[in-house]
């Protein structure tokens, strides 16, 4: 019997292209069915290798992909019911809209009048209908990207996956699209994979955000874990928007840690349940960009700060509604502040002026 | 929609500069290609005395003869039959070729190593090449005698070698790469990711050879065709050489007409032939917009 459900589960799934180094790295993953996943890291991560997998291009060297309770390994993209669409989409470039979105319904033999019919129903829904008769290249990368979903959403597939959709694309369509790629998401209700560079693109659409480094996954959990509660140092930051401080332990106090650092006191840390550390541990923490605040030298530190670190204003960037202040906080490591741009206003720093830079003591993140 | 460019809007410099880039072909095309035609085309009106002189006039004379003769229709009739079957075992044999190093040998110096073998047998002289079918094909060559020895026949086959037969293998020995080489050219830039998107849709190989690799390697396709028509079609040496004598060919006929100084009939025969060529290509173009594909 076939499965109708699109849940993806990656067991142990490695992937050697020349014997000696792992592309990926031994990867276990459970996508729901119908989630948003998104792969996420630097080119050369593994990503878009986990991705032909599951698609069925490529065969994993060891492990299994399970898909809707189904061991698809060494079955063809048609079997496993998946669908990809390509980076800069693939789109045949001598067939017309139309022609192109019909092309899997024709080599399936489904007979013209009927596949012409769910072609134009499929135009409509991504609404390209006054482009149906135009050949790709006559169309906007918009318009190509809209194209190129169609064609694989027509096979009815359980997943699609979506190699970099938007990289193609200038920044304004990019969020624009973004927008219509999870509409269709909901609107098909199947399982998105969805593989970027971009960390706005991953949180902004995705269930499951998965970070990934040298063929292994850091971390994958919902946007919002990832992104406020990352795991290590890389994944701070990869996904950006974190301070990340390192130092040694100074002394253990019940709930918190003290950090050595330049700081005259220190910097005092939560410690989070189930983690243990001790005197002399080099321990990375993490602090959110937009919870730090920055007060002029001998002024009063804002309630719940106990951590205050002198620092001078290297840089600033107006970004609209905040501020980005680049502080030498810490040497040889970005350290930035973002400050909501009616506080930034209300007492404007210059590059060069002294600043203490503090935070409520409790969002400060220990990273593993 | 092509964009239109009046000279208006052109620049006087770029104009120029467009006419320097030309310039050297143009210096090569109207002394070596275009005047002679032109000679050629003069000729054909002329009066000639039968014995080589030629009077300068205008007569349509040659043309009627041509015309009229029963001998011109069989030529052309032969020459197509050559033409068509060269064209059909080219196209099979150059597709598949371009086919097999494009697709299906991974490792592109190896694709360009196997691509450079195709062009061996260029190496060594048209002359030298057709007398080498000498001793494979002929009465005591190398196929008649393994036959001979498997007890397939026991007569040695005298189709082999001066026969319509022997003329065909040799064109098409000869104007293979014509095919390889441009089919290659338009399939070496369809994108990979094109073939794995057909995959995904579940396209069999035979899909995709059909419903993608034939149709953009079409200008590769008309291109080669054109080589391999006009060639054949202008050629009268492998005809002369590989038949033995026994046939002929629009060229040879009138390359006999040279023989014997009938310059004007031997002239409005070329003229007629580079008619009939000019519209076959022209044929060719119209349905497949070679400059069109080309710019892709």
């Given at each position: 019997?076939?499965?109708?459900?699109?849940?993806?589960?990656?067991?142990?799934?490695?992937?050697?292209?020349?014997?000696?180094?792992?592309?990926?790295?031994?990867v276990?993953?459970?996508?729901?069915?119908?989630?948003y996943?998104?792969?996420?890291?630097?080119?050369?991560?593994?990503?878009?290798?986990?991705?032909?997998?599951?698609?069925?291009?490529?065969?994993?060297?060891?492990?299994?992909?399970?898909?809707?309770?189904?061991?698809?390994?060494?079955?063809?993209?048609?079997?496993?019911?998946?669908?990809?669409?390509?980076?800069?989409?693939?789109?045949?470039?001598?067939?017309?809209?139309?022609?192109?979105?019909?092309?899997?319904?024709?080599?399936?033999g489904?007979?013209?009048?009927?596949?012409?019919?769910?072609?134009?129903?499929?135009?409509?829904?991504?609404?390209?209908?006054?482009?149906?008769?135009?050949?790709?290249?006559?169309?906007?990368?918009?318009?190509?990207?809209?194209?190129?979903?169609?064609?694989?959403?027509?096979?009815?597939?359980?997943?699609?996956?979506?190699?970099?959709?938007?990289?193609?694309?200038?920044?304004?369509?990019?969020?624009?699209?973004?927008?219509?790629?999870?509409?269709?998401?909901?609107?098909?209700?199947?399982?998105?994979?969805?593989?970027?560079?971009?960390?706005?693109?991953?949180?902004?659409?995705?269930d499951?955000?998965?970070?990934?480094?040298?063929?292994?996954?850091?971390?994958?959990?919902?946007?919002?874990?990832?992104?406020?509660?990352?795991?290590?140092?890389?994944?701070?930051?990869?996904?950006?928007?974190?301070?990340?401080?390192?130092?040694?332990?100074?002394?253990?106090?019940?709930?918190?840690?003290?950090?050595?650092?330049?700081?005259?006191?220190?910097i005092?840390?939560?410690?989070?349940?189930?983690?243990?550390?001790?005197?002399?541990?080099?321990?990375?923490?993490?602090?959110r960009?937009?919870?730090?605040?920055?007060?002029r030298?001998?002024?009063?530190?804002?309630?719940?700060?106990?951590?205050?670190?002198?620092?001078?204003?290297?840089?600033?960037?107006?970004?609209?509604?905040?501020?980005?202040?680049?502080?030498?906080?810490?040497?040889?490591?970005?350290?930035?502040?973002?400050?909501?741009?009616?506080?930034?206003?209300?007492?404007?720093?210059?590059?060069?002026?002294?600043?203490?830079?503090?935070?409520?003591?409790?969002?400060?993140?220990?990273?593993? | 929609?092509?964009p239109?460019?009046?000279?208006a809007?052109?620049?006087?410099?770029?104009?120029?500069?467009?006419?320097?880039?030309?310039?050297?072909?143009?210096?090569?095309?109207?002394?070596?290609?275009?005047?002679?035609?032109?000679?050629?085309?003069?000729?054909?009106?002329?009066?000639?005395?039968?014995?080589?002189?030629?009077?300068?006039?205008?007569?349509?004379?040659?043309?009627?003869?041509?015309?009229?003769?029963?001998?011109?229709?069989?030529l052309?009739?032969?020459?197509?039959k050559?033409?068509?079957?060269?064209?059909?075992?080219t196209?099979?044999?150059?597709?598949?070729?371009?086919?097999?190093l494009?697709?299906?040998?991974?490792?592109?110096?190896?694709?360009?190593?196997l691509?450079?073998?195709?062009?061996?047998?260029?190496?060594?002289?048209?002359?030298?090449?057709?007398?080498?079918?000498?001793p494979?094909?002929?009465?005591?060559?190398?196929?008649?005698?393994?036959l001979?020895?498997?007890?397939?026949?026991?007569?040695?086959?005298?189709?082999?070698?001066?026969?319509?037969?022997?003329?065909?293998?040799?064109?098409?020995?000869?104007?293979?790469?014509?095919?390889?080489?441009?089919?290659?050219?338009?399939?070496?830039?369809i994108?990979?990711?094109?073939?794995?998107?057909?995959?995904?849709?579940?396209?069999?190989?035979?899909?995709?050879?059909?419903?993608?690799?034939?149709?953009?390697s079409?200008?590769?396709?008309?291109?080669?065709?054109?080589?391999?028509v006009?060639?054949?079609?202008?050629?009268?040496?492998?005809?002369?050489?590989?038949?033995?004598?026994?046939?002929?060919?629009?060229?040879?006929?009138?390359?006999?007409?040279?023989?014997?100084?009938?310059?004007?009939?031997?002239?409005?025969?070329?003229?007629?032939?580079?008619?009939?060529?000019?519209?076959?290509?022209?044929?060719?173009?119209?349905?497949?917009d070679i400059?069109?594909?080309?710019?892709?």
């Open positions: 019997m076939k499965s109708d459900r699109g849940d993806i589960e990656l067991a142990g799934v490695c992937k050697s292209f020349d014997g000696a180094t792992y592309v990926v790295d031994g276990n993953l459970k996508i729901a069915d119908g989630a996943c998104c792969f996420i890291g630097p080119s050369g991560c593994g990503k878009t290798t986990i991705l032909r997998m599951i698609a069925g291009h490529e065969d994993p060297t060891a492990g299994e992909i399970v898909i809707g309770g189904q061991n698809v390994v060494g079955l063809a993209p048609v079997q496993r019911r998946t669908a990809m669409m390509f980076q800069s989409y693939a789109l045949f470039p001598h067939l017309t809209v139309r022609e192109n979105i019909a092309f899997a319904l024709r080599v399936r489904m007979s013209k009048a009927d596949r012409l019919r769910a072609a134009d129903a499929m135009i409509e829904k991504v609404r390209l209908t006054q482009f149906a008769d135009r050949l790709p290249a006559q169309l906007s990368g918009g318009q190509q990207q809209r194209v190129a979903l169609a064609r694989a959403a027509i096979t009815e597939p359980r997943v699609l996956l979506l190699d970099e959709p938007l990289s193609a694309l200038d920044e304004q369509l990019r969020v624009q699209m973004r927008q219509e790629l999870r509409r269709m998401q909901q609107e098909l209700g199947i399982t998105f994979i969805h593989v970027t560079h971009t960390q706005l693109e991953a949180i902004a659409l995705a499951l955000v998965v970070v990934m480094e040298q063929g292994k996954i850091k971390q994958a959990g919902a946007a919002r874990d990832v992104y406020a509660h990352p795991h290590d140092r890389y994944v701070a930051e990869f996904m950006g928007g974190q301070n990340v401080l390192s130092g040694r332990v100074e002394k253990v106090n019940g709930a918190s840690f003290t950090l050595a650092q330049a700081a005259p006191d220190g005092e840390v939560p410690l989070q349940a189930h983690s243990t550390v001790s005197v002399g541990d080099k321990v990375d923490i993490a602090v960009r937009d919870d730090v605040a920055l007060v030298p001998g002024k009063d530190l804002p309630p719940g700060c106990t951590t205050s670190l002198p620092s001078r204003v290297r840089a600033i960037e107006y970004q609209g509604y905040f501020v980005k202040v680049m502080l030498d906080t810490v040497p040889d490591d970005e350290f930035v502040a973002y400050v909501p741009e009616k506080t930034f206003f209300a007492d404007p720093f210059t590059v060069g002026d002294v600043v203490m830079a503090t935070w409520a003591t409790g969002s400060a993140l220990p990273l593993a | 929609m092509q239109s460019s009046s000279p809007q052109t620049p006087p410099r770029a104009n120029l500069a467009g006419w320097l880039y030309v310039l050297p072909l143009v210096l090569v095309l109207v002394p070596f290609f275009v005047a002679p035609i032109l000679v050629v085309l003069a000729a054909s009106f002329f009066a000639t005395d039968g014995f080589g002189g030629l009077t300068p006039g205008f007569t349509l004379a040659s043309y009627v003869e041509v015309l009229h003769s029963a001998l011109t229709l069989k052309y009739l032969a020459t197509i050559f033409t068509v079957l060269t064209w059909i075992f196209l099979i044999i150059g597709f598949f070729v371009a086919y097999f494009v697709f299906h040998v991974r490792n592109q110096l190896l694709a360009i190593g691509f450079l073998l195709c062009t061996v047998p260029f190496w060594t002289s048209n002359i030298i090449r057709m007398i080498s079918w000498i494979l094909l002929g009465k005591e060559g190398l196929i008649n005698q393994a001979l020895a498997m007890g397939v026949i026991r007569q040695p086959l005298e189709v082999l070698l001066f026969s319509d037969l022997a003329v065909v293998i040799a064109y098409v020995h000869q104007l293979t790469i014509f095919m390889i080489v441009p089919i290659f050219n338009s399939m070496a830039r994108d990979k990711k094109l073939i794995e998107a057909a995959i995904d849709a579940g396209a069999s190989r035979f899909d995709i050879m059909r419903l993608i690799v034939v149709p953009m079409k200008s590769g396709i008309a291109l080669g065709t054109i080589f391999v006009s060639i054949v079609m202008g050629d009268f040496f492998v005809v002369k050489v590989m038949s033995g004598g026994g046939s002929a060919s629009v060229v040879s006929a009138f390359y006999e007409d040279v023989g014997v100084l009938q310059y004007p009939t031997a002239a409005a025969s070329a003229v007629l032939l580079t008619l009939v060529l000019v519209a076959i290509v022209s044929l060719i173009l119209r349905t497949v400059r069109q594909e080309i710019t892709r």
